[in-house]
């Protein structure tokens, strides 16, 4: 098994978010091909956060350093990003500010998943968000999964579309060799 | 008087950020000009807005109501938006994604104005909230200002640099016939 | 008919594109809808312009400036655009470097209008060019139509695709009254 | 001496641009540092290649075919970028489209400079160029350096600003272990 642990980051706070059960799918590929795996939904974080978390509070909420500590432990993160009013959810900004400055994200290797209802797969959102992860430092891999028309193609944790398939089945492998 | 209502976003919940000083300058000098405004400033947000106002609970949070219904009464919207990382800040989006979809911005003006302590004056950031806006089919003005190095140019209310004086009154005045 | 001249730009120099077909689709209903046209295409640019009509050859070729005196007749111009490497193509950025800097789009209306054979229209291409328009302060539409997989919808000149006729319906309407 | 060849882009067709100067500095950093280089200047491309080197031409012209092969000869690129209009130089992204779809720049490993008289140092273009090469599965290195008021920072082929020395040391070491 190797070394490297991945972190799978559900970049929204939704219940029973499609993002999530990508999420589940990418975790599940990861740990097949001999990888540690951990899971950080953004549903889970404290509801008050954005206030308790951020500013003059950093640091000092603890249910949100345990997030902190999971994104220290990983050298490489998925993010696995809906489209909300045509970027990646607020939320998920909210969380990268709350994060130690500015190293928290440097020198990571990032590999990003775009997932809709509509057909854009959040290509614009992924867009967006690599530059926030390119001024932290972080390493995005150029291939972003664009997974537009999710319902279409993905049921009971399985995607339907074989197109799907491959384009996932070769990010995962070059993200790992990344 | 005109008719028209101008909405003053603070786009961050940051307290004593000096987006909201800036945020007073545009609100000055644009009833000055014979026009009504109202400031809305994120810090005034209910601290769980993120769970308690969005998905399941759209509408029900009658404290973030409030800043709808403010919202809803505008024609105009100039946001005022720090750099946080990069681009805007995430809890500015969050803001968005609560609002009533999908007409809540939809048809509305707005000018576009960048704060940051380093040189950009949020230049990416812009160009990303520029999309969302667009996406949800606000007219977003094409002359976006970006004050970068904020703390060297504006004290106690005022600007010290007449370039950013004649490039934000300059701006005021097209986004008012705008 | 109104004293408004719209332009119709083609985004690109290759022959035979479909943007071409499209620019003809939005010249009839915008002339139908009273206004007056003008195709400005540019495959009809002199096949130097890169060199011939740029930085000290600015304002001295006079084929290219033939363009120039087309965009100058124009208060509003629709911008059709093809989806080249997952953005706009590179010729309409140097057609628009090699414009009367600074003032030649200021203050233009401009509709966009995306076109692609994959699924994305041209989405993020879209992006893009609203951030160099802004920049010379052109005020862009919100509304961007996004029309991908274009061989699918569109044959002999017309969309056989209800939604794209809507949206372009759409988008045209709000335009003109823009 | 290293295997890894590294080719220096220059993103303009401009002559005596200060973007061509900036690239032989990091072309002598890099050699010093025991990489061999090669300059690939926008500057040398005949005249007519937005035509005769795409669509239909494309991989017939024998001039245009040298700047493939240079390309296709390096495992990594910097791309020196100056900032026209708000973005990168139309003729880079022309450049780019006429280079052999779709493989010539998957895998290679990308660092951007951007360049400019302002104070952005093309912050904005280096956005726009990133998703291109994203599209194409290049892999674009986070740390993006932005030299703004290039004027006052460099002369005579050094940097009299030690930010700028700093920054530059610091994305060259990186991106030889990148």
């Not at 740990?31 to 540690?36: K, N, P, R, S």
């Not at 997974?147 to 384009?167: A, R, T, V």
Request: charged share 20%; glycine share 8%; aromatic share 10%.
């Amino acid at each position: 098994m190797s070394n490297t642990k991945i972190g799978i980051i559900v970049g929204t706070n939704r219940n029973d978010s499609q993002s999530e059960e990508v999420a589940k799918y990418y975790s599940k590929k990861i740990t097949e091909a001999g990888f540690e795996t951990t899971t950080i939904s953004l549903r889970d974080l404290p509801h008050d956060f954005a206030f308790s978390a951020l500013y003059s509070n950093a640091g000092k909420n603890s249910a949100f350093q345990n997030f902190q500590d999971k994104i220290d432990a990983c050298q490489k993160l998925v993010f696995v990003i809906p489209e909300y009013n045509g970027s990646y959810p607020g939320v998920l900004k909210t969380f990268i500010d709350g994060l130690r400055h500015p190293d928290s994200l440097a020198h990571k290797k990032i590999a990003l998943v775009g997932v809709s209802s509509g057909v854009l797969g959040n290509a614009v959102g992924l867009s967006h968000i690599d530059d926030v992860l390119s001024y932290l430092n972080a390493n995005v891999m150029g291939l972003r999964i664009k997974l537009g028309n999710i319902s279409q193609h993905f049921k009971d944790g399985d995607f339907s579309n074989p197109i799907y398939q491959n384009f996932i089945e070769k990010q995962i492998k070059i993200f790992l060799e990344f």
